[in-house]
Nanobody, 121 residues
Framework: QVQLAESGGGLVQAGGSLRLSCAASGRSFSGYAMGWFRQAPGKEREFVASINWSGGVTRYVDSVKGRFTVSRDNAKNTVYLQMNKLAPEDTAVYYC??????????????WGQGTQVTVSS
């Protein structure tokens, strides 16, 4: 089992920045691709960004490209999502996800509990 704990959410004005963190604990973090998903009220959960185990491959949904950056520190078992130029449409609960041995998130093995991001206009 891998436990994921997100932090860093909050309320920010449009144009501002937040950095989300996701700390993994439990079994070895090794080999896990990590991702961020979000779910806005009344909408389905959607993929936001992912990073492979080595950190060399990242992917983003088109709506956040150029604004969000995903990174990881394997020594700290932590993945980050730096969010810049936030807009009201980025308001959602953000979830950390982990999947073993994949490059593209076609499945999720573990979910975090989520952290709320609210962007005011």
């Amino acid at each position: 089992q891998v436990q994921l704990a997100e932090s860093g959410g909050g309320l920010v004005q449009a144009g501002g920045s937040l950095r989300l963190s996701c700390a993994a604990s439990g079994r070895s973090f090794s080999g896990y691709a990590m991702g961020w998903f979000r779910q806005a009220p009344g909408k389905e959960r959607e993929f936001v960004a992912s990073i492979n185990w080595s950190g060399g491959v990242t992917r983003y949904v088109d709506s956040v490209k150029g604004r969000f950056t995903v990174s990881r520190d394997n020594a700290k078992n932590t993945v980050y999502l730096q969010m810049n130029k936030l807009a009201p449409e980025d308001t959602a609960v953000y979830y950390c996800a982990a999947a073993l041995g994949i490059a593209v998130f076609t499945r999720v093995d573990y979910w975090g509990q989520g952290t709320q991001v609210t962007v005011s206009s």
